[in-house]
């Protein structure tokens, strides 16, 4: 092992879980060298919240993940909390504000938590390479690996990929820790796009396509039965199709040709209101309508009924309130697809978590080889959770190493 730089553990990838496994290793004695084909740290996180960072989730439980075995992050979860997170961040005199439904971001930039995670990597004397491309990976007969980069050999005796998923491919990402899983036989959750907008045929969405920009509260389910998946928040019409929290959430269930359903007015039982409200009611629906909703979608959800704009809702036949309010209540429409990986916040599907230690994130076929993070087959809901599951399994392998 005398040419090339050696090192007790090569990690792949610099982001959010990357930097974390390497700084746990690095100040546990290891010698730790940290690869990135990127030349700017972190570009991830910097986007992340706004440039804000939504960096966890306090209410965070195997329960907010997806996966073909959900249990399996249970024990690195539990292991390193939200807390335990936070507590670094006060070790920086980090401060950090909670936004909605535990969501936390720093109340100054994305690049406290950068600066974070480059400082605790400077206390473990991480090596760096930025700027740097892994052209082939080899496994010698001593178990160590040998990695042929853009900057010379690099020699370690375990190797962790944390290389994330295909989500904003724009920043680089790739399917590149895939193909090492496959590279060396391990089997592979097929990917595709999560926390991101549903698109819908042009023809059908022709004539709601003048709501782009209107929100609402909403509930979204897909589903049927014990497969039912539903959320509860806002919803943002766009040019193409969906967006807004609520579809991001609900995308990450949705299967291609099944519909979903949409309750647009949650807070109310519409059929029994209009009806009770209707006796010598001289206003007119899309008023009424007007007072609970944006009024451009009820412009629009009246002309789609073929309702107009003079309509008074004391001439509207009971039936015709309830055809109205049935719709409104269970609105299913059929996806045709997702906005892709150039709109998604994270990719669902990746290493199989049968192939991994739950405890160590090593993979059971080839000692001193782990998958950390977003190119593991567990993909977090929207709201931070994605972050802490980077955190957790950094340090679950970091401590092992």
């Not at 700017?40 to 986007?47: G, N, Q, T």
């Not at 959430?249 to 647009?264: F, K, R, V």
């Not at 029994?272 to 412009?299: C, D, F, H, Y």
Request: charged share 20%; net charge positive.
């Amino acid at each position: 092992m005398s040419n090339g730089a050696v090192f007790d553990v090569a990690i792949i990838g610099a982001g959010a879980a990357g930097m974390m496994c390497a700084a746990v290793a690095g100040q546990r004695g290891r010698k730790v060298v940290l690869i990135d084909h990127a030349t700017k740290l972190a570009e991830k996180i910097r986007i992340s919240g706004g440039g804000r960072c939504n960096f966890t989730n306090l209410g965070t439980t195997h329960q907010q993940f997806i996966s073909n075995n959900v249990r399996f992050c249970r024990s690195a979860l539990s292991a390193y909390t939200p807390q335990d997170f936070l507590a670094l961040l006060a070790k920086y005199k980090v401060t950090w504000h909670e936004k909605h439904k535990g969501q936390l971001f720093c109340d100054h930039s994305s690049e406290d938590i950068i600066h974070v995670l480059r400082a605790e990597c400077e206390l473990g004397k991480v090596a760096w390479r930025m700027g740097c491309s892994v052209n082939d990976i080899s496994r010698q007969e001593d178990q160590s690996f040998v990695l042929q980069t853009s900057t010379g050999t690099i020699r370690a005796t375990k190797l962790v990929v944390a290389t994330g998923g295909m989500a904003i491919p724009q920043l680089g990402a790739s399917d590149y820790g895939m193909k090492i899983a496959r590279q060396f036989g391990l089997k592979v959750v097929e990917p595709r796009p999560a926390l991101v907008p549903l698109t819908f045929d042009a023809d059908t969405w022709r004539r709601f396509s003048t709501l782009a920009g209107v929100s609402l509260e909403t509930v979204v389910a897909t589903g049927a039965g014990k497969n039912k998946s539903f959320f509860h928040e806002d919803l943002l019409f766009t040019h193409k199709g969906l967006s807004g929290p609520a579809i991001l959430q609900i995308s990450s269930y949705w299967e291609p040709g099944s519909p979903i359903m949409l309750n647009l007015q949650p807070a109310l039982n519409l059929e029994s209101g209009l009806i009770e409200k209707k006796s010598g009611n001289r206003q007119q629906l899309l008023t009424v309508l007007g007072g609970m909703w944006p009024k451009r979608l009820a412009e629009c959800w009246l002309e789609n009924m073929g309702i107009t704009a003079d309509t008074r809702l004391a001439d509207m036949p009971d039936k015709k309130i309830r055809e109205l309010a049935a719709l409104i209540h269970d609105w299913q429409l059929i996806p045709t697809g997702t906005a892709g990986y150039k709109k998604a916040e994270v990719m669902k599907g990746g290493v199989d978590t049968a192939e991994l230690d739950q405890k160590t994130m090593q993979t059971k076929k080839l000692p001193g080889l782990y998958f950390i993070g977003e190119v593991v087959d567990v993909t977090g809901w929207l709201g931070g959770y994605n972050f802490q599951w980077a955190w957790a399994s950094g340090v679950a392998c970091g401590q092992t190493l």
